[in-house]
Structures are given as C-alpha cells and as structure tokens.
C-alpha cells in the first residue's frame, strides 16, 4: 500500500550537518504522518521525529531536539530530516515509516517502513 525509500546517509565529522530524504509512495493514509526512527549497533530501534501528513504536527526525542528538524512537501511526496551539530551518538541506520490514524512515538503503530540509510559519525 505504502512504499518509503530513504536516501541522503553517509559519513560526517562531528558537528557537521547532514540532510535526510524519504520519498513516500503509493496510497497514503487519510490521517497520521511519518516518522523518522534510528537503530545502532547493539541498541533498539529508537524514535527521532515525526511529522503528520499535513505537517501541522510535530514531535521529537528529547536528544534530537534543538538539532534535528523533520519537514515535508507534499508535491514531491517527501519527508526531509536535517540533522545539525552531529556527534557519535548519532551514527546509526536511520529509517522511515508511515503511521496511520497515529500521531506519537511508539514503534509498532508504524505499519510500513524502508529499507533504512547508514549515518556514521567520525572525529
């Protein structure tokens, strides 16, 4: 029903900046939005941000919060996260996914997600 596909990943030093793109495809909900999730080695799938499809809706982790910001355009059908003032704790495979009828930050009402894009960050 939904397709997600993420791009945009790679290597940045510390404190560089670096810029998220996920391209949503197919039929899209009525209601809900997309999020952005990351997972390190040897940690779980963590929430980052989301945005609702109309993008009134914000929300993010309280350790992003300040340097991450989540955005969207709908006439391109993509979801952008611009990631500020990174540092090693950011490095990880970072993915996207589509809610329906759901606006918050729990991984399992997340019905459809890509493939993921690594971010490695270096000193």
């Known amino acids: 029903q939904v397709q997600l596909a993420e791009s945009g990943g790679g290597l940045v030093q510390t404190g560089g900046s670096l810029t998220l793109s996920c391209v949503v495809s197919g039929r899209t909900f009525s209601s809900g939005g997309t999020g952005w999730f990351r997972q390190a080695p040897g940690k779980e799938r963590q929430f980052v941000a989301f945005i609702s499809w109309s993008g009134r809706s914000l929300n993010y982790a309280e350790s992003v919060k300040g340097r991450f910001t989540i955005s969207r355009d709908n006439a391109k059908n993509t979801v952008y996260l611009q990631m500020n003032s990174l540092n090693s704790e950011d490095t990880a495979v970072y993915y996207c996914?589509?809610?329906?009828?759901?606006?918050?930050?729990?991984?399992?009402?997340?019905?459809?997600w890509g493939q993921g894009t690594q971010v490695t960050v270096s000193s």
């Open positions: 996914a589509a809610a329906k009828d759901y606006y918050g930050t729990i991984r399992s009402r997340y019905r459809y």
